[in-house]
């Protein structure tokens, strides 16, 4: 299918669309993809929105949608450069801890 084909395909769809969680949720997909600036964790609503999305899926594609979505806002979170710090054990208790 041709780049031009789909997004009038999806631009319609969208058109269409009443599902306020969904809306939301390609709202904050869309604003992950350009960074917005938007530093920081989800908030709430936009939490639920996705979480209610993925229970509602119906077809396994749907689900594989929002995880590779997620899996994406983790490598963002998460870049290349970070140490592999699972097999790190506390070897010398800090004394100026809890002061």
Do not use: C, V
Not at 8 to 13: F, Q, T
Not at 39 to 53: K, M, T, V, Y
Not at 57 to 63: A, Q, T, V
């Amino acid at each position: 299918m041709h780049g031009d084909s789909i997004r009038h395909e999806l631009i319609a769809w969208i058109s269409k669309l009443d599902d306020q969680g969904l809306l939301k949720a390609l709202w904050g997909f869309k604003k992950l993809l350009q960074g917005s600036g938007k530093a920081g964790p989800l908030s709430d609503e936009e939490r639920l929105a996705i979480a209610s999305r993925i229970a509602e899926g119906k077809e396994d594609g749907d689900r594989a949608f929002w995880q590779q979505i997620s899996a994406a806002g983790l490598e963002r979170a998460y870049g290349t450069n970070e140490p592999d710090i699972s097999g790190i054990t506390l070897l010398e208790p800090n004394p100026d801890y809890g002061k």
